[in-house]
Nanobody, 114 residues
Framework: VQLQASGGGLVQAGASVRLSCKAT????????FDWYRQSPGNQRERVAT???????SYSDSVKGRFTISRDNVRRTLFLQMNSLEPEDTAVYYC?????????WGQGTQVTVSS
């Protein structure tokens, strides 16, 4: 399993960013995926989850601002982040728990300036 994330960058507060994560080595459409983030000095936290059926869930801190989605044909996971706040600054990781193991993308930095 390989997860390749992209799309981070430096933006101003209030801006939008879309992250992408390409997955290979698995049957993409059958699996649940997550986005996590980790900022300096903090534990990695789950941000959003999307099931194989398209059901989504979000942490309270991003609900209403972030949208997780998937394109099963392109085998790609997305995270649309709107109304970004400085507190959203973190390294973002795509994740899958597959065959009793955690697999992580390499992480993509999102920095939100005030």
């Amino acid at each position: 399993v390989q997860l390749q994330a992209s799309g981070g960058g430096l933006v101003q507060a209030g801006a939008s960013v879309r992250l992408s994560c390409k997955a290979t080595g698995i049957n993409f459409s059958l699996n649940t995926f997550d986005w996590y983030r980790q900022s300096p000095g903090n534990q990695r936290e789950r941000v959003a989850t999307i099931t194989s059926g398209g059901a989504t869930s979000y942490s309270d801190s991003v609900k209403g601002r972030f949208t997780i989605s998937r394109d099963n044909v392109r085998r790609t996971l997305f995270l649309q982040m709107n109304s970004l706040e400085p507190e959203d600054t973190a390294v973002y990781y795509c994740h899958i728990f597959f065959r009793e193991r955690d697999f992580w993308g390499q992480g993509t930095q999102v920095t939100v300036s005030s």
